[in-house]
């Protein structure tokens, strides 16, 4: 078998085993393929690779300023694949079993001030058609309210928005379901939003018979519902109208600022940890910087020394 025959196998072992999500897949197979690569431009076979080809491989990544976060990804794909191989028997050993990664930086989450946020969601609210501001305003209302993933909004189904709901049910990574509440802000622009939705729908469908879209943002391309691309471009443009910085502001930005608002405000850990869908509290506890700057400022403010000091 020839690489690229492995690495589909694989990939397809994945999805049918561990329900891998489609962007994950999409990863995986980036990382092996640039992997495979590099073994080929080497004069190296795939499946013959050993422990000092990979080591030879990370080495050309840091080399080249690959980030350690990538770096410790591509490994982690490798080491997936090679025991894969070993399971199916592809090969007698598992070459990346002793290698150990470079570890990730423990880097705080860049996040947005809540007037940051005010700004976006104005800018949604003015900006281009109505159609547009109505769709806009629902998306980042929706997304600060909820702390969704970006791929989790874009692929909302219509049926979850239906009865002016209090709860949206939320499918995550891996699958998991999870309930989300809704703020008011939020609930009123989702149903201003599915109004007008709704509407095009029914007048694209008797006007050329299109198929009624199961998604809450409905698009003709390929996937049926707004990408991810689009999204990320959209919020960009908003930042400028808004007068944020663009290199501040992507959707997981927003996710952070959920998070750390909350967070700023009272709310625990393990509140957060379920609003967010992480399946383990330590992913979330990246967020008590927060906090940790709050108990700083209450000290300094309020502490009868600190008072006596000044």
Not at 63 to 84: D, E, H, P, V, W
Not at 164 to 170: A, C, I, T
Not at 256 to 271: C, K, Q, V
Request: glycine share 8%; net charge positive; with cysteine.
């Amino acid at each position: 078998m020839k690489a690229g025959v492995q690495i589909a196998t694989f990939l397809e072992a994945q999805s049918a085993e561990l329900d891998a999500a489609r962007n994950t897949q999409l990863a995986y197979a980036r990382d092996l393929n640039d992997f495979a690569g590099w073994l080929d431009g080497a004069g190296l076979d795939f499946m013959a690779a050993q422990q000092s080809d990979i080591e030879s491989y990370l080495i050309s990544l840091d080399a080249n300023g690959m980030s350690r976060a990538t770096r410790a990804r591509r490994l982690s794909a490798i080491k997936q694949f090679y025991r894969f191989a070993f399971e199916e028997r592809w090969r007698t050993d598992n070459p990346a079993i002793r290698i150990k990664g470079p570890g990730r930086e423990k880097r705080l989450p860049k996040t947005l001030s809540e007037s940051e946020v005010d700004g976006l969601l104005t800018a949604a609210r003015t900006m281009g058609r109505e159609a547009d501001r109505v769709r806009n305003t629902c998306l980042m209302e929706l997304l600060y309210a909820t702390g969704m993933r970006v791929t989790e909004l874009v692929t909302l189904p219509v049926s979850a928005a239906r009865g002016d709901p209090r709860m949206l049910l939320v499918r995550g990574k891996g699958g998991k379901e999870r309930m989300v509440p809704l703020s008011s802000p939020a609930r009123a622009a989702l149903t201003e939003w599915l109004q007008l939705r709704d509407a095009a729908e029914d007048q694209a469908r008797l006007e050329n018979g299109a198929p009624v879209s199961k998604f809450l943002f409905p698009s003709r391309g390929k996937a049926g519902h707004l990408t991810r691309h689009r999204f990320y471009g959209l919020i960009k443009e908003l930042a400028v109208a808004a007068g944020v910085s663009p290199a501040k502001v992507t959707p997981h930005t927003l996710r952070h600022a959920f998070a750390t608002h909350l967070l700023a405000r009272g709310a625990d850990l393990r509140s957060i940890q379920t609003l967010l869908g992480h399946a383990d509290v330590a992913t979330t506890e990246i967020y008590t910087h927060v906090l940790d700057e709050r108990l700083k400022d209450l000290v300094l403010n309020h502490h009868p020394l600190a008072k006596s000091a000044g």
